[in-house]
């Protein structure tokens, strides 16, 4: 599963973890993500994340 950067604020999105604090559960693939999710830390839209090598 690959994780994601947000450009801007450096948040990780790990598939692993997800973001469970915003109803997203564990296992969640960046892709699955709903269109109007946002960057936990900053609120940064799904285009503003990165995948990581």
């Known amino acids: 599963m ?3 950067e947000c450009t801007v604020c450096g948040y990780i999105y ?3 973890i ?3 604090d ?3 559960e564990p296992v ?3 892709s699955d993500l709903p ?3 946002v960057c936990p ?3 940064a839209e799904k285009d503003q994340f990165e ?3």
């Open 18 to 20: 997800a973001d469970p």
């Open 14 to 16: 790990d598939p692993e």
């Open 22 to 24: 915003n109803g997203i």
């Open 41 to 43: 830390e900053c609120g």
């Open 28 to 30: 969640t693939e960046f």
């Open 35 to 37: 269109e109007d999710w």
């Open 51 to 53: 995948e990581l090598e």
């Open 2 to 4: 690959k994780k994601y």
